[in-house]
């Protein structure tokens, strides 16, 4: 059984540039969740992805969207990126929409 | 709204020592509470978990039981090593959001051997 896998592990962009983070699920798992971790804080859940749907959505602007594929594997996309959105992209897979979600080991995104 | 409030860190201890890491919470309906640790570098891991009051979740030496009364989930072990260090998040997730799970800041535990 594979584990939940994020790529690219790290990435530096430019203020107004957009980005693409990909998640490949735990094997079974048909949902996925984003986390964006500012350093030195908590996770902060940006929204959820279910049966290819959005789900749920946390306190986040719209230039942060995402997909869903039928393989249940997900991308986080981000428009005109800004200097806070540096931080560390986790991604979350589960069974349904329980907790206790596995995670990946996340993306570090740099924005300068 | 839903939040946890977990104790500041860093929390520095010796090898063998005992450790506790308080987390209260606070939640409109009935939540599951979980513990999660982050390795240097590294996602998060799931510790351990209880889903109703007075369940304990333990894992690798850790406990935590679900104290509705108090509405805590204190992470305990008794005898820690440098292997420990990390940091430890507590979480909570409401039946009705969708499994989204609100974390607390997190707290940094340094075992020095």
């Known amino acids: 059984e594979t584990g939940v896998t994020q790529s690219p592990t790290h990435l530096i962009k430019t203020r107004g540039q957009q980005v693409t983070l990909r998640c490949s699920s735990q094997?079974?798992?048909?949902?996925v969740s984003w986390y964006q971790q500012a350093l030195g804080q908590g996770p902060q859940f940006i929204f959820q992805?279910?049966?290819?749907?959005?789900?749920g959505r946390g306190n986040f602007p719209p230039r942060f969207s995402g997909l869903q594929f039928p393989n249940y594997s997900s991308e986080l996309n981000v428009n005109a990126l800004e200097l806070d959105d540096s931080a560390l992209y986790l991604c979350?897979?589960?069974?349904?929409?329980?907790?206790?979600?596995?995670f990946g080991q996340g993306t570090r995104l740099t924005v300068v | 709204g839903d939040s946890v409030t977990q104790m500041e860190g860093p929390v520095t201890l010796s090898e063998e020592a005992f450790l506790t890491i308080n987390c209260t919470y606070t939640a409109t309906g009935y939540p599951s509470l979980f513990w999660y640790v982050q390795y240097p570098g590294e996602g998060l891991q799931l510790l351990l978990k209880a889903t109703k009051a007075d369940d304990k979740g333990s894992n690798k030496g850790f406990e935590a039981t679900y104290r509705k009364e108090t509405t805590s989930f204190h992470l305990e072990k008794g005898s820690v090593q440098v292997s420990d260090s990390a940091v430890y998040f507590c979480?909570?997730?409401?039946?009705?959001?969708?499994?989204?799970?609100?974390f607390g800041a997190g707290t940094q535990v340094v075992v020095t051997p």
């Open positions: 094997s079974g798992h048909n949902t």
């Open positions: 979350a897979s589960s069974l349904g929409q329980t907790g206790g979600a596995f």
């Open positions: 979480a909570l997730s409401v039946a009705d959001s969708w499994g989204k799970l609100q």
């Open positions: 992805y279910y049966r290819e749907e959005e789900n």
